[in-house]
């Protein structure tokens, strides 16, 4: 099967197109001949030209959806589309809330299953072969579909570079979404967005995160000061995240983001396999815990043994008497 | 009210998984346990359904009649248990167990169906939004706060940026983060109660479903290989002997991030 059509749900960013949208539609041009997008949203249609620069021909507008959560409405849209007879060989759904919903309710729509947890992406013998990360990283398998086309994958994050191709903006084409019933009851009622300083978790070129051995909630203050004195972002393990010291907006790794900065400081931070599979692909990493056998010492370019109520003190008095 | 929670029974996470290396399966030895990630679903709905005339059901799928992992959500509470097992079941992908978990959820006919937002095993994050699909409900995914107020679901959706409030009306799907609630010990006396609670166990010809459209032959999707992942070259571990944060310091520096 050569790979002709392929799809891109779009993830929105604060404003255009997110970084794994950019990312999805290289890869797709990479993949396939034609290059296709999903929106939704009132701003959907002013990413064409984004959109377009990226690779994609045609942006599919499914409209404002009036407060109702993604999933059954843009899947009832895709899934009406591919039964007119417009159909992809692929889609690439980005792994985020809302990308989640609408692959898995697509998945039925067309019974077709879904590969998820996709980090790479190859064509041989004709068959597009997905490639995932299993035991923390430790392992890559790779995956492909059987049965028919369209073949959805779930992509995560920073799994490829995004690069413009300067095609002009894309055709905007408006889908209607047909009546999705009592699928689609769900409603937004409020928004709450919580405040950042700083550079976005998942685009900062520094993170400095933090875990369950900072020892309690009040003492994540070093973190957020360390994320700062570097102009970097501040994260967290999933540990003090349902923990309630931190927002969930700070987690690393699998449930969480999938960060690659040029540095990442793990402090008190054991190196769960879920956590890793978030933070391996950095460029550098720096950890600190009073453990010698913790796993984060198996990825660390640099480990320090030792207190996290040490080491951190010092470390803020140090890039302090620099600044 | 009527409630149905997920609980998926896997290999104990502290033993290392292996793949096996001609079927690229999990291996599967020894006794399953509850995920518990599906701990947070099973007090969630134990909080929920805790009114006169309530009840909590579990559905599961898992070899080999497994039950271990359901007769600890049932310590903690819960009413009773669906379980469908069946050899011709092995292999199969999310899109087949939840076809075969929508089954056995409709003989349950429950209010809300709890899962968590994904397993400790597969971790797909698939399956509770094909459940829904196929069971016509509407679904609303990470939740970190669920109420219910009348027929209506209230929840806290975390979202890229926070979190967004988001009512659904009953009967729905709802996925539930780690943290949602902090899930119970089972007490001893909920242990002895549980080994006399009822596990209803099923075959898929009990569902009406035909050996072809689950497990591995009717999973449309294989494992080509499986290799080692390139491993980061080994670094640098000191102890720390007050020296600590300067190195950190001159590394920062060396990689001119400062
Ligand atoms: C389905 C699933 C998904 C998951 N997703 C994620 C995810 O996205 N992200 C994630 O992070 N986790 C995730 N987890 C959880 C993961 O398995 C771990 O439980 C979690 O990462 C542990 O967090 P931690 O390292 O902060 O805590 P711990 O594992 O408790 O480690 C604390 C560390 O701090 C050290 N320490 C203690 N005191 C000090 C001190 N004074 N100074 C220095 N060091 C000290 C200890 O030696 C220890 O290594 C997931 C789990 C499951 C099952
Ligand atoms: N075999 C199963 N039996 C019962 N529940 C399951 C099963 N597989 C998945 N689930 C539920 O669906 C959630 C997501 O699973 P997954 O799609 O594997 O990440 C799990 O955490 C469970 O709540």
């Given amino acids: 099967m050569a790979v002709d059509k392929v799809w891109v749900l779009v993830a929105a960013g604060e404003s255009g197109p997110a970084p794994i949208t950019l990312e999805l539609l290289s890869e797709a041009r990479r993949l396939g001949t034609t290059v296709e997008a999903v929106a939704w949203g009132p701003g959907a249609a002013s990413m064409a030209a984004t959109l377009g620069e990226y690779g994609a021909s045609t942006l599919y507008d499914v409209g404002d959806l009036d407060g109702a959560l993604p999933g059954p409405p843009v899947a009832a849209a895709m899934a009406a589309m591919v039964e007119s007879g417009n159909a992809p060989d692929v889609v690439l759904v980005p792994a985020t809330y809302d990308g989640r919903d609408v692959a898995g309710r697509l998945s039925v729509r067309l019974d077709r299953p879904v590969l998820t947890n996709v980090t790479g992406l190859a064509v041989e013998g004709g068959d597009v072969l997905s490639q995932h990360l299993v035991f923390g990283g430790n392992q890559v398998v790779r995956a492909r579909f059987t049965g028919p086309t369209p073949h959805i994958f779930v992509v995560r994050a920073k799994s490829f570079a995004a690069e413009p191709a300067g095609g002009p903006p894309a055709a905007v084409e408006a889908l209607s979404v047909p009546d999705t019933g009592a699928t689609g009851t769900a409603r937004i009622v409020e928004r709450h967005v919580e405040e950042r300083t700083g550079p976005k978790l998942d685009e900062a070129t520094v993170v400095v995160s933090g875990g369950r051995g900072l020892g309690g909630a009040e003492h994540y203050a070093m973190i957020e000061e360390l994320a700062k004195l570097l102009n970097g972002a501040p994260g967290a393990s999933r540990a003090i995240v349902d923990a309630g010291w931190v927002p969930y907006s700070h987690q690393v790794g699998q449930t969480g983001k999938t960060v690659k900065p040029t540095v990442y400081l793990a402090c008190g931070i054991s190196g769960a396999t879920q956590h890793l599979v978030g933070m391996k692909g950095s460029k550098h990493i720096v950890a600190v815990n009073k453990d010698q056998d913790a796993p984060i010492f198996s990825v660390a370019d640099l480990g320090i043994v030792g207190d996290v109520h040490k080491v951190l003190p010092a470390l803020i008095e140090a890039l302090k008497a620099k600044a | ?258």
Avoid: W
């Avoid at chain 2, 104990?12 to 690229?24: E, I, K, N, Y």
């Avoid at chain 2, 005339?53 to 559905?59: F, P, R």
């Fill in chain 2, 1 to 258: 009210m009527n409630v149905v929670v997920c609980v998926k029974q896997i290999p104990d996470p502290a033993v290392p998984g292996s793949l096996d290396p001609t079927t690229h399966n999990l291996v599967r030895t020894g006794k399953l346990i509850m995920d518990d990630s599906d701990s947070y679903g099973v007090e969630m709905a134990l909080q929920l359904a805790s009114g006169e005339g309530d009840e909590v059901t579990l559905v599961s799928m898992a070899p080999n009649g497994e039950v271990s992992g359901l007769r600890t959500a049932l310590a903690m509470g819960a009413s009773k248990a669906i379980l469908v097992s069946d050899d011709a079941l092995r292999g199969s992908d999310a899109l087949s167990t939840a076809k075969v978990l929508s089954a056995a959820v409709r003989r349950a006919d429950p209010d809300l169906v709890i899962a968590a937002t994904e397993s400790t095993d597969g971790y797909t994050g698939t399956m509770p939004v094909q459940l829904a699909e196929l069971l016509g409900l509407p679904s609303v995914t990470f939740a970190k706060a669920v109420s219910v107020d009348g027929s209506t679901v209230k929840v806290q959706r975390q979202t890229e940026a926070g979190y967004d409030e988001v009512e659904v009306p009953l009967p729905a799907v709802v996925t539930v983060t780690a943290g949602v609630v902090e899930p119970r010990y089972p007490s001893f006396k909920g242990i002895m109660a549980a080994k006399s609670k009822p596990v209803d166990v099923l075959g898929i010809a009990d569902l009406g479903l035909e050996p072809s459209q689950v497990g591995a032959s009717g999973a449309r999707q294989e494992v080509v290989d499986v290799a080692d992942a390139e491993a980061r070259s080994a670094g640098e571990i000191v102890v720390d002997e007050g020296d600590g944060a300067d190195r950190i310091v001159a590394f920062l520096e060396q990689i001119k991030v400062i």
